[in-house]
């Protein structure tokens, strides 16, 4: 529900946001008023836990160096893209039909908004880097802001 309302919130919105979820009584992760306060810590920085259904702080999955490094192209993963992703993954998986009886499908596509510089492109990069090359395929164009349709 938090993504779903707030997922284009700047850091003063969540911060609202979960100050007005949090006077409403919903059920919160155990954020300290000073982690709140310093540290700027809401609810956006935790999920539930599939398995033992607790609050869990998001971590950056975990990093091996490559053996060939190339500075510009190394993608290291954070928390916010390792947040990012388990959304983008999250949809991705969702089923092609949502209602068969319907003939409804789903739907699951996937859109990353932002200014320049806040890591749309090496979230993908990051994410479309898991897929078994055996099964799925990559290719990456570059759009910027100076793109037109005539160019493309």
Not at 77 to 92: F, V
Not at 120 to 147: E, Q, W
Request: proline letters at 8%; aromatic letters at 12%.
């Amino acid at each position: 529900m938090v993504w779903s309302f707030g997922g284009l919130f700047e850091q003063d919105d969540r911060e609202k946001l979960h100050k007005f979820l949090d006077s409403k009584g919903a059920p919160l992760p155990p954020i300290s008023p000073q982690k709140l306060q310093v540290d700027h810590e809401t609810v956006f920085d935790y999920y539930v836990h599939e398995q033992t259904f607790q609050w869990t702080m998001w971590q950056a999955t975990s990093w091996e160096p490559p053996k060939k490094v190339v500075f510009s192209q190394l993608l290291i993963p954070t928390a916010d893209s390792t947040r990012a992703e388990y959304i983008i993954r999250k949809i991705a998986e969702l089923p092609v039909m949502r209602s068969e009886k319907r003939n409804e499908p789903s739907h699951n596509n996937t859109l990353l908004v932002g200014g320049p510089g806040t890591a749309k492109t090496s979230i993908i990069m990051m994410y479309c880097g898991t897929f078994d090359p055996n099964v799925m395929l990559f290719h990456r164009m570059n759009f910027s802001s100076a793109t037109t349709p005539f160019n493309f």
